[in-house]
């Protein structure tokens, strides 16, 4: 059972450059969910996603998009990468209508030169 | 709007004390969700507990024991005996009806031996 899949682990980007971050999971969670870790500022939710189909914005949004076409992925899209998005990603699942903790992957650590 | 307040950042403690971490929020929702995610220095965030707005009952784990007070709006967490390996940066997190669980800032407990 994997849970709950991040790829890249580990990146670095130069500024203007894009990338996606790819989240899956095999739980068949409806709920998925990215957040952003920076020190001393906890964990922020960036976006996320109650179904397929199906996305909102999180506490920092900005900068990143979002889509969720299947129950089963949920990638994190940069369109234009800048300094401040260095930091820890971690993409997160969990059961519907707010009742369950959050499953979350092991992180993506992203930097931006 | 939804807030964790985790207002102490860091904390020191001599191994076999007790230590207790705050953990305050703000809801308008009558039901809601209360958790608590450890990060350990290997960097995963692992479940603790995951409480609803309607169980006040304090609850006990091992070491570990939650203090749920609707009344001050808190949900603190104590370590009894502390132990070296409860090193870690602890979570509070807040959920709501829209699903989506937002996190206080953390706070970071070194356990000296």
């Known amino acids: 059972n994997a849970g709950v899949t991040q790829t890249p682990k580990f990146q670095v980007l130069k500024t203007g450059q894009s990338m996606t971050l790819q989240c899956a999971q095999d739980m068949n969670h409806e709920y998925m969910s990215w957040y952003r870790q920076d020190p001393g500022m906890g964990l922020r939710l960036i976006h996320y996603s109650v179904g397929a189909g199906i996305t909102d914005q999180g506490e920092v949004p900005n900068g990143y998009n979002v889509s969720r076409s299947t129950t089963e992925d949920f990638p994190l899209r940069l369109l234009s990468a800048a300094p401040s998005q260095t930091s820890v990603y971690f993409c997160?699942?969990?059961?519907?209508?707010?009742?369950?903790?959050?499953?979350f992957g092991e992180g993506s650590r992203l930097t931006v030169l | 709007a939804q807030k964790v307040t985790q207002a102490q950042t860091e904390i020191s403690v001599v191994e076999k004390e007790d230590v207790t971490l705050d953990c305050v929020y703000e809801?308008?929702?009558?039901?809601?969700?209360l958790f608590w995610y450890k990060q350990p220095p290997s960097g995963e965030l692992v479940f603790l507990i995951r409480r609803n707005s309607f169980d006040e009952q304090n609850e006990i784990s091992g070491r570990y024991s939650w203090n749920f007070q609707k009344s001050t709006s808190s949900f603190n967490f104590t370590i009894t005996a502390s132990q070296v390996v409860d090193s870690a940066v602890y979570f509070c997190a807040l959920s709501e009806a829209e699903d989506k669980i937002i996190f206080g800032k953390g706070t970071r407990l070194h356990i000296l031996p």
């Open positions: 997160a699942s969990r059961l519907p209508r707010y009742t369950g903790e959050l499953f």
């Open positions: 809801t308008r929702d009558t039901t809601y969700y």
